[in-house]
């Protein structure tokens, strides 16, 4: 399995970081139009931000514990706990199993990383291409149940932020791993589900430690607003403080709904760029608590958008955006989380026009980079990569350099330039060495370029910081690749503990059948890949679903159904070399081997590196064809 992206999310960006809407110009460029859009047709009066929230109301405090995970107490009033799966939807019982999955993230829903606090806003979430879905679509009104009152109010406003776990090697999700990694086959089963329990516990533990940018400053000051505390306490720095900055300000201000949304947008986050995805029940009771106290505000059903893309829910996703434009059309997280579903779910037409109206309501980096890879979807690199490097000198903030010089790595990657990839993941990191998809592609990169011994090193940092799919698939392919002895093991391993990730996500409301079509199709039960591919292509038809479908039919032998798919994928001239060795391999099967010659050697030709197994059956492939 291929990287297709970043991990966590939507197809529809780059990325799955939190950060600000730039400080500096917006986009200014020869290309740009007068008012520093990409397409030049808005105004300076629409983009003046969002409406100002009304004065938050005092009210008492209490003992709740939204804000750490824990139930409400006796008393309080019940809290919809729905997954993502559009407004008011009933969450399932959990499921303790999963198949492997791939990236998620994300966006790389994603997606995104993972973008831009503005105004009133906490700032879109940065997409992660490719990202899993399962949209399903609105079941009730949008709106919480009424608000009971101060009293109620103040009995969730309690509670204390959970210690940040360690960092580094010996975070606890480390050892979770490396118990695993030390388990023999003889107890392997045994062994996995006992790693998903130390794994979701030492996820839990380490969920606040989410320093996406580190600006070297503690967590910026609490001062009581009309619109509470301000959402650039994501951007700040390490989400840590700024989570019990606004834990703090919500004891003392327990009815002020802009900091409930804010608090419930800093979950999805440190879900999606960390991932841990027991933190989206937590995010979701703290913008149900919003709705309660102002029901329809945009911020929180902008954050109700960005935690069902989250969950890879992407019609719940494009209901909640749509309602939260309805209260403010230049919601910058709403404009950016309806791009990012319209993507998701197929629409590319639609996603462009709505990239477009972004574009000249709220110009700035989060829709500059989902312009970017709308634009990248359709084949048009060229426009991609002007329009990345435009945001990139738009950027101000680390979090926002690292985030567009990784998308601009990753845009590099894909059309097989290594030295590039290579010098924009370094500046990325060397405006945040902790940022994870640089990392990552750093190493792929690395992998890329034959460095395999440096590329495992450092692809096993990664997971030794982050376990999560992505990473862990690439890992066990690059062990697999290089082949020395025990590499089988270890990749195995890795393979393995995808599983006790998915089940983790799962019980929280993450949909992943995409992701799990890939991975178990390369690494695992192919059926189980089979069937989770036409269950995700029964409800959305991307691209991406599409590749998925066709490699999950070929490696269960039935090419001649499968090639339809591959072609498909193919369809809309997004350069991506993983779909046309699917295609090349399912073309050869079914005996069009000039064909297959032909996709094959563009895969090469475009990103020679771009899988450490894929590329290897190529090139045995088209040997075999000579």
Not at 358 to 363: E, G, K, L, T, Y
Not at 399 to 424: H, P
Request: aromatic share 4%; with cysteine.
């Amino acid at each position: 399995m291929s990287p297709r992206t970043n991990d966590s999310a939507p197809e529809s960006g780059h990325g799955d970081r939190p950060q600000a809407e730039p400080t500096g110009p917006t986009l200014r460029a020869a290309e740009t139009g007068p008012k520093g859009s990409i397409t030049g047709t808005g105004t300076a009066g629409e983009r003046t931000g969002a409406a100002q929230q009304p004065p938050a109301d005092d009210a008492r405090t209490g003992e709740g514990h939204i804000m750490d995970g824990q139930q409400e107490p006796a008393g309080s009033p019940p809290t919809p706990e729905t997954t993502g799966q559009g407004p008011g939807a009933t969450a399932p019982a959990p499921e303790t199993t999963g198949t492997p999955t791939g990236p998620t993230t994300s966006a790389r829903s994603a997606p995104d990383p993972g973008p831009g606090a503005a105004g009133q806003e906490a700032g879109p979430t940065a997409p992660a291409r490719g990202a899993t879905g399962t949209p399903t679509g609105p079941t009730a009104s949008a709106r919480p149940a009424p608000d009971p009152g101060p009293g109620a109010a103040g009995q969730e406003a309690g509670g204390t932020a959970p210690a940040p776990a360690p960092s580094g090697g010996s975070d606890e999700r480390v050892l979770a791993l490396r118990r695993f990694s030390a388990s023999g086959r003889r107890w392997r089963a045994v062994q996995l589900g006992l790693c998903a329990a130390s794994l979701a516990v030492a996820l839990t533990a380490g969920a606040v430690v989410v320093g996406a940018v580190r600006d070297g400053g503690g967590a910026a000051p609490v001062a009581s607003s009309p619109g509470g505390i301000s959402p650039e306490l994501l951007a700040s720095g390490d989400l840590d403080p700024s989570i019990r900055a606004l834990q703090a300000h919500l004891r003392a201000q327990p009815r002020d709904h802009g900091s409930w949304a804010t608090l419930g947008l800093a979950y999805v986050e440190q879900a999606r760029t960390k991932g841990d995805p027991s933190r989206y029940p937590q995010a979701q009771r703290a913008l149900d608590r919003s709705l309660r106290l102002r029901p329809d505000n945009d911020a929180a059903l902008a954050g109700r958008a960005a935690l069902a893309a989250a969950r890879h829910d992407f019609t719940g996703a494009l209901t909640y955006a749509d309602l939260a434009l309805k209260q403010n059309p230049y919601s910058e997280r709403a404009l950016s989380s309806r791009i990012d579903a319209l993507v998701e779910l197929g629409r590319y037409p639609e996603a462009a026009k709505a990239a477009d109206l972004a574009d000249s309501r709220r110009p700035g980096v989060p829709v500059f980079t989902r312009y970017a890879y709308v634009h990248e979807l359709r084949g048009d690199v060229k426009t991609a990569r002007r329009v990345l490097e435009q945001a990139l000198g738009t950027a101000t903030t680390r979090g926002d350099i690292a985030y567009v010089a990784t998308a601009l790595g990753q845009l590099a990657w894909n059309q097989g330039d290594y030295k590039t990839a290579l010098d924009q993941y370094a500046r990325a990191l060397a405006a945040d060495d902790s940022y994870l998809p640089a990392l990552e592609g750093r190493a792929r990169a690395q992998a890329a370029q034959g460095d395999t011994a440096d590329a495992i090193r450092a692809m096993e940092r990664v997971v030794d910081r982050y376990p999560l799919p992505q990473p862990l698939v690439e890992l066990g392919e690059l062990y697999e690749a290089r082949g020395k002895e025990g590499d089988r093991a270890k990749a195995r391993d890795q393979y393995a503990l995808v599983d006790a990730w998915v089940a983790l996500a799962r019980a929280n409301g993450v949909d992943a059948d995409l992701d799990t079509a890939l991975a178990a199709a390369d690494h695992g039960d192919r059926k189980a890949a089979l069937k989770a591919a036409q269950d995700e292509w029964a409800r959305r038809h991307t691209v991406h679903t599409a590749d998925a479908l066709a490699w999950a039919l070929h490696v269960n032998g039935r090419d001649q159904e499968a090639l339809p798919y591959a072609r498909r994928a193919t369809a809309t001239g997004y350069r991506n070399a993983a779909f046309l060795y699917h295609r090349g391999m399912i073309e050869r099967a079914t005996g069009h081997r000039v064909q297959a010659r032909a996709s094959l050697t563009a895969a090469l030709r475009l990103n020679a590196g771009f899988s450490p197994l894929g590329a290897r059956e190529a090139r045995k492939a088209l040997e075999a064809m000579k």
